[in-house]
């Protein structure tokens, strides 16, 4: 399927290099499109501002909240801490059922919080606990 210039030239002056291959593959990979090449463009460009303006929203966890977080985690639940500390370091993810529980902690830890704000703390959560494993009070936790 061939792209028409007006249409290639909207491509070629985005920005984000990521951004237009994703409209290129949509346009030559297979399948039968349902509407037309500028809907989808247009349709793409909506979704990648959208999840830009989500991105944009996300709260900016600090790293002494994410340790104050890590503080309360250790407190409350301290052997589900010392659980997720060893997922982290040998199997580096954490099995869904911990993860459940250490964002319903989140949630009763700062109240409020959405779920976008939940998966970032978590996401730098981990990065925080990855940080720490050499550090003598992470080592002194691990079994």
Do not use: C
């Amino acid at each position: 399927m061939s792209i028409s210039p007006e249409l290639q030239a909207k491509i070629d002056s985005l920005e984000d290099e990521k951004l237009k291959a994703e409209i290129i593959d949509v346009f030559i990979g297979p399948g039968r499109k349902r509407a037309s090449d500028e809907a989808i463009y247009e349709s793409i460009l909506a979704g990648y501002a959208q999840a830009r303006e989500q991105r944009a929203r996300l709260r900016k966890w600090q790293t002494d909240e994410v340790a104050a977080f890590a503080q309360h985690f250790k407190e409350v639940q301290p052997s589900d801490y010392v659980e997720f500390l060893r997922q982290e370091r040998e199997l580096n993810e954490i099995e869904s059922m911990l993860a459940w529980d250490v964002r319903r902690l989140m949630r009763e830890w700062m109240p409020g919080l959405d779920s976008g704000d939940r998966s970032e703390l978590f996401r730098k959560f981990r990065d925080y606990a990855k940080s720490d494993f050499n550090q003598p009070r992470i080592k002194d936790v691990l079994p």
